[in-house]
């Protein structure tokens, strides 16, 4: 169905529009349908996300959401706006939709000076819009090899954490955790919004935790993913290798018993478990097929600077 482009309108959908808007992006996006639906029924928030439709009269033509984080970045908290929900409905595809909607949304970021960020499993698409691909360090281990790095260790299991394990988990995050570049700054919305509604809504995910001395010294985000495992966050203080080996212990053990034969660590490239793990002698490979790409604009589409280091926890996608 031909559209032309300059009588169309974007704006941000509120009431009845935003309603129509999520039920066009369960029709577009069918893996994330029950997330929409979800949020249409009032069962789920998105958190600090805004719909940015294109209507041509009273056609809804297109969708881009912005999604807006602060995110640690050279020792300062700096905003970087994720992109996400990039959806055209099938008659209007192949006329510009996308396009349009993405370059208007740009000149709004760029005017505010934050970086801009997505993942994607087309990035020559985003590369004309100026995202450049940021490596995201992968390593793929034998789940057997970390059976021995600890002989066990006040560590536990849970599925959904409860709200006094979760704002143990945001202390130990925003106290211990390091700021690396690209982690995100998480508040307490985010924490039940975010960490929470992807736990309940993710197949095989949990989260491991390590007490010590009455109280939480670590944790680690681990799910099931295809025939591995994935372990996506591990946190704990930088000098807490008996913490780390014992979560890494727990992971590889709660593997094994799904069958699991490979674990797949999905961590930044600073992160102390790196070196642990080559001191142990545990051989880490490259992953065998490639993972979506993260890309990034840089403030006002210019030079990615510190950016181009920046490493997005899984947990923290969009």
Same mark, same amino acid.
């Given at each position: 169905m031909e559209l032309d482009l300059d009588q169309c309108v974007a704006r941000v959908p509120e009431g009845p529009e935003f309603d129509r808007v999520l039920r066009m992006l369960e029709e577009v996006f069918p893996g994330a349908a029950a997330t929409f639906r979800a949020v249409r029924e009032g069962q789920r928030t998105l958190h600090r996300w805004t719909a940015h439709?294109?209507?041509?009269?009273? !056609?809804?033509? *297109?969708?881009?959401?912005?999604?807006? !984080?602060e995110v640690w970045c050279a020792g300062e908290v700096r905003p970087v706006v994720g992109i996400g929900s990039v959806g055209t409905p099938k008659p209007y595809r192949r006329q510009g939709v996308a396009r349009k909607l993405m370059t208007q949304v740009l000149a709004e970021v760029d005017a505010r000076g934050a970086a801009s960020a997505l993942w994607t499993g087309v990035p020559q698409v985003y590369a004309g819009h100026g995202y450049r691909p940021v490596? &995201?360090? !992968?390593?793929? %281990?034998?789940?057997e090899a970390l059976v021995g790095l600890a002989p066990g260790g006040e560590v536990h299991e849970v599925s959904e954490p409860d709200a006094a394990t979760l704002q143990a988990m945001a202390d130990l995050y925003a106290g211990l955790y390091p700021e690396y570049d690209g982690k995100v700054v998480r508040d307490e919305a985010y924490w039940s919004e975010v960490v929470a509604a992807r736990l309940r809504a993710s197949r095989g995910a949990g989260v491991l935790l390590h007490s010590q001395d009455g109280g939480l010294?670590?944790?680690?985000?681990?799910?099931?993913? *295809?025939? !591995? %495992? *994935? %372990?996506?966050?591990?946190?704990?203080?930088?000098?807490? &290798?008996?913490?780390?080996a014992a979560l890494l212990t727990a992971a590889a053990r709660a593997g094994l018993r799904e069958g699991l034969q490979d674990t797949v660590l999905a961590l930044p490239d600073v992160h102390p478990a790196w070196p642990l793990l080559q001191d142990r002698g545990v051989a880490v490979r490259e992953p065998d097929r490639p993972a979506d790409n993260f890309m990034v604009r840089g403030p006002g589409g210019g030079e990615l600077g510190p950016y181009a280091r920046m490493h997005w926890c899984v947990v923290d996608s969009f």
């Open positions: 439709a294109l209507y041509c009269g009273d !056609r809804l033509v *297109g969708n881009v959401s912005t999604v807006e !984080r490596r &995201q360090r !992968r390593g793929v %281990l034998e789940t010294a670590g944790y680690a985000h681990v799910n099931v993913g *295809g025939k !591995r %495992l *994935g %372990l996506n966050e591990l946190a704990c203080a930088p000098d807490a &290798q008996g913490v780390m």
